[in-house]
């Protein structure tokens, strides 16, 4: 099982910016899996953007042209920048990495195809 960590989180006013960060100690990133999702009380966890093994990348249309995905393998760390926030970004916002495989769906020990979730940081937009 791998410890990821997300920080960065905070409370900021519409139009501002933040970078959130996710490291996973000891973890190879390149290669796997790895993406960003929010969950706003009350609602199902969404996918924000993500890496695919084969490094293509998806991101949510409320995200295009403002949130970016980027990779620090040495750290190990990845990270969302996120630009121009409004009010409808604010949420709890979730890393994970691993892409989960056939055993690990059976097991149950995925969630959303992914093995490893960190713990979650909130993100406040105010108008």
């Known amino acids: 099982q791998v410890q990821l960590v997300e920080s960065g989180g905070g409370s900021v006013q519409s139009g501002e910016s933040l970078r959130l960060s996710c490291a996973g100690s000891?973890?190879?990133?390149?290669?796997?899996?790895m993406g960003w999702f929010r969950q706003v009380a009350g609602e199902e966890r969404e996918g924000v953007v993500s890496i695919a093994s084969d490094g293509s990348r998806t991101v949510a249309e409320s995200a295009r042209g403002r949130f970016t995905i980027s990779l620090d393998d040495a750290k190990p760390t990845f990270y969302l920048q996120m630009n121009s926030l409004r009010t409808d970004d604010t949420g709890m916002y979730y890393c994970?990495?691993?892409?989960?495989?056939?055993?690990?769906?059976?097991?149950?020990?995925?969630?959303?195809?992914?093995?490893?979730w960190g713990q979650g940081t909130q993100v406040n937009v105010s108008s």
């Open positions: 994970a990495a691993g892409c989960a495989t056939w055993s690990d769906m059976v097991a149950g020990t995925e969630h959303m195809g992914y093995k490893n």
């Open positions: 000891g973890y190879v990133f390149s290669g796997n899996c």
